[in-house]
């Protein structure tokens, strides 16, 4: 019998040796490697040009990859957060083109959307115990086909207000250093991920958030009301996804409502390649963003080396692969 | 004619602990021998060493005169020894046939499966059993009586010569008892001997031939059923030396019933139960596994439903549906299964100590004081002795009695007066135990009241100061701690079935 007492005298010290910072190491090295790599291989890839171009493919992914980590660390999953990009990037546009509301009302339904589809997600999981998968499987259909009905599948354009593609492309950062024309987007995503963070490591729902996902009957037996708080992360998590769904639309200056499907996908994988536990209980936003630069470097890598887009999905699928098992591998080691 | 099977002076070591204590055991074919002993006792484990699943450290076994040594159940299955454990193994989703022959299906060429022949050989084995089952129902549409019979034809299909049943009425009814009880006397008649493991006293008295009785990885000795008395069955079992001083029952006087129970019901498991608990004092709840103790626990904490029943906190009505509004009431339950129930193992000291409650270090928008915390977790990290490097240190690397004592300083931080305690020294080595035993009287003698749910009497008699012992469901009585109750008391009340109090009529 291997009890408590045993793991306790072979590692008396392990608490230090923080299993979390040792996985976003790993994924910073990695992302290090990749970076001296492609610029030792071509001479373009190091010009800021292209650096902002990376960060720029990152913001989207990104702010979607954090929404997802929250769902993720509950022991959950979201696969809605494409579609409901979408939705929201959609509702933007029939706020704003169709109605012809102002600016900031726009953006604000676009993130209460997001806010009441998470919700419906966590209503859906929390109180009618549909496996996540599934219920947000489900609103992810849903959302697909009310984009398009909404829509009556044409894009919205956002021609009508001005300033809207600022959002994302125009670059805050960019006016005050000019050498440094980061844009906005890439702000958002920063703001959004230090946000998140924050409410990760420093309040309560954070703090039940990681206790959800390490274990929830405990939870519940301390008298805590699981489902109400699992309900609010689904719902800071779509809220996310709002402003994910503001950002893809000022990029494009447009809600493509048949856009979405498939962001999901690369959203998990890039919180899975930051070394967030899929069962839950442990994440970090930090290991998700570079997670998320890490697919965002080897897509534009790959393209500045002239590599077919085929193979960079395939090696895009092998990384994940490996981030995964490298993971489990260590922590097998760790016991 | 030799032996079936004849175990001498077994050992067997696990890191720390001397589990089997050079014990014997024999069994004849056409026999069944009953097992008992109270849990931890070291039945399960010698069995477990006939059907190959642990290893032996010392002693003999022999099969009809052989001297064997089974590596594995596979191996132990082909000596002929089949097991059947208290929980079934069973996969609900294929049909009774495919359960029975899984690996080792029979093939048809290009390795299809031959089904066929599959339910024919099934068949087969259930007309020797004189058992009425199609071969070709899934088994998760069948009653747990059924899908034993399925175990049982599973065991029977290696040819096994020994069967071990562990507990196998505990989840029968009366009827399904009887239906078991025809099957293991035509298994006996046909030669195959059965090593028969219950609680249950009446059964014994009809199934088994001979008795052997087990004690803290001892033998103690083995009798012939019929012409010993349930009275010397038990005394066998308990005949444990009180090492012990008796408890010194306090005088509590008219304190205030904290906590009323009255006719808390559901189902089978929870047949109304009453009683009550004074502030200050230590109510001890015994009986068997299965007696339904953590059901009533769970039910009163709100953690599983109830159909019917009341509940006072400090003499007023209290309504309980969940969890939370047993915390709001000011109840606390420490679980038997801390690493399921109690703990976020992978969580830290200081956040499970506040995880119940977060209201109090929490600051406007929900911002945590994580200083506070620390503070709190260090004051009772230091209060209750707990072990660890440092309130930051995970939970899951804490020994169980410091992982125990997380539990408790959650409840004390969230200042619950009434506190549930179930099997709290379970995975526990000996000397934390005791620092256990003094917190909780500690905790009483600070006016918490306290209930503790145990499996080991000895544990029970230790703390209680009233002692109520459940059977199948049902409250069968309150006993007075300290030294004018024996162990032999407790274990009457908690063998008295309810099939065994009533007239058994001949009416169907």
């Given at each position: 019998m291997t009890t408590a007492t045993d793991i306790e005298k072979k590692k008396?010290?392990?608490?230090?040796?923080d299993s979390g910072a040792y996985q976003k190491f790993l994924a910073f090295a990695s992302l290090i490697v990749l970076l001296i790599g492609f610029s030792i291989a071509s001479p373009?890839?190091?010009?800021t040009s292209n650096m902002i171009a990376i960060l720029q493919a990152t913001s989207v992914n990104g702010v979607l990859a954090v929404a997802a980590t929250l769902v993720i660390i509950t022991g959950g999953i979201d696969l809605s957060v494409g579609t409901l990009m979408t939705f929201c990037a959609v509702i933007a546009g029939v706020v704003?083109?169709?109605?012809?509301?102002?600016l900031l009302l726009g953006v604000a339904a676009a993130i209460a959307a997001g806010a009441f589809c998470g919700l419906c997600s966590g209503t859906f999981v929390?109180?009618?115990?549909?496996p996540p998968f599934i219920a947000t499987l489900g609103m992810m259909l849903i959302l697909k086909g009310l984009s398009l009905v909404i829509s009556g599948t044409r894009p919205i354009y956002?021609?009508?207000?001005?300033?809207?593609?600022?959002?994302?492309?125009?670059?805050l950062i960019g006016e005050v250093f000019p050498s440094l024309p980061i844009p906005n987007g890439v702000l958002i995503l920063f703001l959004v991920a230090i946000a998140a963070s924050y409410i990760l490591g420093r309040t309560v729902l954070g703090r039940y958030t990681f206790a959800l996902g390490s274990n929830e009957e405990a939870v519940r037996l301390s008298g805590v009301n699981t489902d109400m708080w699992k309900i609010r992360i689904y719902a800071l998590a779509g809220a996310i996804c709002g402003i994910a769904g503001i950002l893809i639309a000022s990029r494009l200056n447009?809600?493509?409502?048949?856009?979405?499907?498939?962001y999901e996908l690369e959203a998990i994988a890039a919180v899975v390649i930051g070394g967030?536990?899929?069962?839950?209980g442990r994440g970090t936003i930090l290991g998700t963003l570079i997670g998320a630069l890490i697919m965002a470097v080897l897509t534009n890598g790959l393209r500045v080396l002239s590599v077919a887009q085929e193979w960079q999905t395939v090696v895009t699928g092998a990384i994940i692969i490996l981030a995964v098992y490298a993971d489990m591998a260590r922590r097998k080691k760790a016991g | 004619m030799s032996k079936l099977v004849d175990m001498t002076g077994i050992d067997k070591f696990f890191p720390g602990v001397?589990?089997?204590?050079s014990v014997q055991f024999d069994l004849d074919p056409g026999e069944v021998h009953a097992l008992m002993g109270e849990n931890g006792a070291g039945k399960s484990t010698l069995m477990k060493i006939l059907s190959g699943i642990y290893q032996r450290d010392g002693g003999t076994l022999m099969i009809e005169g052989q001297e064997v040594s089974p590596k594995s159940p596979r191996e132990a299955q082909d000596l002929g020894i089949g097991i059947i454990h208290q929980e079934l193994s069973l996969m609900?989703?294929?049909t009774v046939a495919q359960n029975i022959f899984i690996g080792r299906e029979p093939r048809k060429s290009f390795?299809?499966?031959?089904e066929a022949t599959l339910n024919a050989q099934t068949a087969e084995i259930f007309a020797s059993m004189n058992l009425n089952l199609?071969?070709?129902?899934?088994?998760?549409?069948?009653?747990i009586a059924k899908q034993q019979m399925v175990e049982i034809a599973k065991a029977l299909s290696?040819?096994?010569k020994v069967l071990i049943m562990d507990e196998?009425?505990?989840?029968?009814n009366d009827a399904e008892i009887a239906e078991l009880f025809v099957i293991i006397r035509r298994l006996k008649a046909e030669g195959v001997g059965l090593v028969y493991i219950s609680h249950k006293m009446d059964e014994l008295k009809q199934i088994s031939d001979r008795v052997t009785v087990m004690r803290d990885g001892e033998y103690v000795g083995t009798v012939v059923a019929a012409e010993t008395p349930i009275s010397q069955i038990i005394a066998m079992m308990v005949?444990?030396?009180?090492?012990?001083?008796p408890l010194d029952v306090?005088?509590?006087?008219?304190?205030?019933?904290?906590l009323q129970v009255n006719g808390l019901s559901r189902?089978?498991?929870?047949?109304?139960v009453s009683f009550s608990v004074q502030k200050g004092e230590i109510l001890g709840l015994a009986g068997l596994m299965g007696a339904g103790r953590t059901e009533v626990a769970r039910a009163i904490f709100g953690a599983d439903p109830k159909d019917s029943g009341e509940i006072q906190v400090h003499g007023r009505v209290t309504s309980i549906t969940s969890p939370t509004d047993a915390v709001k009431a000011g109840i606390g339950y420490l679980s038997e299964d801390r690493k399921h129930f109690?703990?976020?193992?992978?969580?830290?000291v200081r956040d499970n100590i506040a995880l119940a409650s977060m209201d109090l270090f929490t600051g406007a928008?929900?911002?945590?004081n994580d200083g506070k915390i620390s503070n709190s977790a260090k004051t009772y990290i230091k209060q209750l002795g707990i072990?660890?490097?440092?309130?930051?240190?995970?939970?899951?690397?804490?020994s169980g009695g410091n992982q125990q004592k997380v539990v408790i300083a959650k409840w004390l931080l969230r200042d619950c007066d009434i506190l549930i305690f179930d099997e709290?020294?379970?995975?526990?080595d000996v000397g934390a135990k005791s620092e256990i035993y003094k917190l909780l009287e500690e905790l009483a003698g600070q006016g918490k009241t306290v209930i503790v749910i145990s499996s080991e009497l000895p544990e029970i008699m230790r703390l209680s100061h009233r002692i109520a012992v459940m059977c199948e469901g049902r409250l069968t009585g309150i006993l007075p701690g300290g030294?004018?109750?024996?162990q032999e008391d407790i274990m009457h009340l908690a063998t008295q079935r309810a099939a065994a109090m009533q007239v058994t009529g001949t009416v169907q």
């Amino acid at each position: 019998m291997t009890t408590a007492t045993d793991i306790e005298k072979k590692k008396p010290l392990s608490g230090l040796a923080d299993s979390g910072a040792y996985q976003k190491f790993l994924a910073f090295a990695s992302l290090i490697v990749l970076l001296i790599g492609f610029s030792i291989a071509s001479p373009n890839f190091m010009q800021t040009s292209n650096m902002i171009a990376i960060l720029q493919a990152t913001s989207v992914n990104g702010v979607l990859a954090v929404a997802a980590t929250l769902v993720i660390i509950t022991g959950g999953i979201d696969l809605s957060v494409g579609t409901l990009m979408t939705f929201c990037a959609v509702i933007a546009g029939v706020v704003l083109t169709n109605l012809g509301m102002p600016l900031l009302l726009g953006v604000a339904a676009a993130i209460a959307a997001g806010a009441f589809c998470g919700l419906c997600s966590g209503t859906f999981v929390a109180k009618m115990k549909i496996p996540p998968f599934i219920a947000t499987l489900g609103m992810m259909l849903i959302l697909k086909g009310l984009s398009l009905v909404i829509s009556g599948t044409r894009p919205i354009y956002f021609n009508d207000t001005p300033g809207f593609d600022q959002i994302s492309r125009g670059s805050l950062i960019g006016e005050v250093f000019p050498s440094l024309p980061i844009p906005n987007g890439v702000l958002i995503l920063f703001l959004v991920a230090i946000a998140a963070s924050y409410i990760l490591g420093r309040t309560v729902l954070g703090r039940y958030t990681f206790a959800l996902g390490s274990n929830e009957e405990a939870v519940r037996l301390s008298g805590v009301n699981t489902d109400m708080w699992k309900i609010r992360i689904y719902a800071l998590a779509g809220a996310i996804c709002g402003i994910a769904g503001i950002l893809i639309a000022s990029r494009l200056n447009s809600a493509q409502p048949a856009l979405g499907l498939g962001y999901e996908l690369e959203a998990i994988a890039a919180v899975v390649i930051g070394g967030t536990s899929l069962s839950g209980g442990r994440g970090t936003i930090l290991g998700t963003l570079i997670g998320a630069l890490i697919m965002a470097v080897l897509t534009n890598g790959l393209r500045v080396l002239s590599v077919a887009q085929e193979w960079q999905t395939v090696v895009t699928g092998a990384i994940i692969i490996l981030a995964v098992y490298a993971d489990m591998a260590r922590r097998k080691k760790a016991g | 004619m030799s032996k079936l099977v004849d175990m001498t002076g077994i050992d067997k070591f696990f890191p720390g602990v001397h589990a089997l204590k050079s014990v014997q055991f024999d069994l004849d074919p056409g026999e069944v021998h009953a097992l008992m002993g109270e849990n931890g006792a070291g039945k399960s484990t010698l069995m477990k060493i006939l059907s190959g699943i642990y290893q032996r450290d010392g002693g003999t076994l022999m099969i009809e005169g052989q001297e064997v040594s089974p590596k594995s159940p596979r191996e132990a299955q082909d000596l002929g020894i089949g097991i059947i454990h208290q929980e079934l193994s069973l996969m609900n989703d294929l049909t009774v046939a495919q359960n029975i022959f899984i690996g080792r299906e029979p093939r048809k060429s290009f390795g299809r499966l031959d089904e066929a022949t599959l339910n024919a050989q099934t068949a087969e084995i259930f007309a020797s059993m004189n058992l009425n089952l199609d071969p070709k129902a899934l088994v998760g549409s069948l009653t747990i009586a059924k899908q034993q019979m399925v175990e049982i034809a599973k065991a029977l299909s290696f040819r096994s010569k020994v069967l071990i049943m562990d507990e196998p009425t505990a989840a029968l009814n009366d009827a399904e008892i009887a239906e078991l009880f025809v099957i293991i006397r035509r298994l006996k008649a046909e030669g195959v001997g059965l090593v028969y493991i219950s609680h249950k006293m009446d059964e014994l008295k009809q199934i088994s031939d001979r008795v052997t009785v087990m004690r803290d990885g001892e033998y103690v000795g083995t009798v012939v059923a019929a012409e010993t008395p349930i009275s010397q069955i038990i005394a066998m079992m308990v005949g444990r030396e009180v090492k012990e001083e008796p408890l010194d029952v306090p005088d509590l006087g008219d304190a205030e019933m904290s906590l009323q129970v009255n006719g808390l019901s559901r189902g089978k498991e929870i047949q109304d139960v009453s009683f009550s608990v004074q502030k200050g004092e230590i109510l001890g709840l015994a009986g068997l596994m299965g007696a339904g103790r953590t059901e009533v626990a769970r039910a009163i904490f709100g953690a599983d439903p109830k159909d019917s029943g009341e509940i006072q906190v400090h003499g007023r009505v209290t309504s309980i549906t969940s969890p939370t509004d047993a915390v709001k009431a000011g109840i606390g339950y420490l679980s038997e299964d801390r690493k399921h129930f109690g703990l976020a193992t992978g969580m830290n000291v200081r956040d499970n100590i506040a995880l119940a409650s977060m209201d109090l270090f929490t600051g406007a928008g929900g911002v945590l004081n994580d200083g506070k915390i620390s503070n709190s977790a260090k004051t009772y990290i230091k209060q209750l002795g707990i072990r660890t490097p440092s309130d930051v240190q995970e939970v899951r690397l804490l020994s169980g009695g410091n992982q125990q004592k997380v539990v408790i300083a959650k409840w004390l931080l969230r200042d619950c007066d009434i506190l549930i305690f179930d099997e709290p020294t379970r995975g526990i080595d000996v000397g934390a135990k005791s620092e256990i035993y003094k917190l909780l009287e500690e905790l009483a003698g600070q006016g918490k009241t306290v209930i503790v749910i145990s499996s080991e009497l000895p544990e029970i008699m230790r703390l209680s100061h009233r002692i109520a012992v459940m059977c199948e469901g049902r409250l069968t009585g309150i006993l007075p701690g300290g030294k004018d109750t024996t162990q032999e008391d407790i274990m009457h009340l908690a063998t008295q079935r309810a099939a065994a109090m009533q007239v058994t009529g001949t009416v169907q």
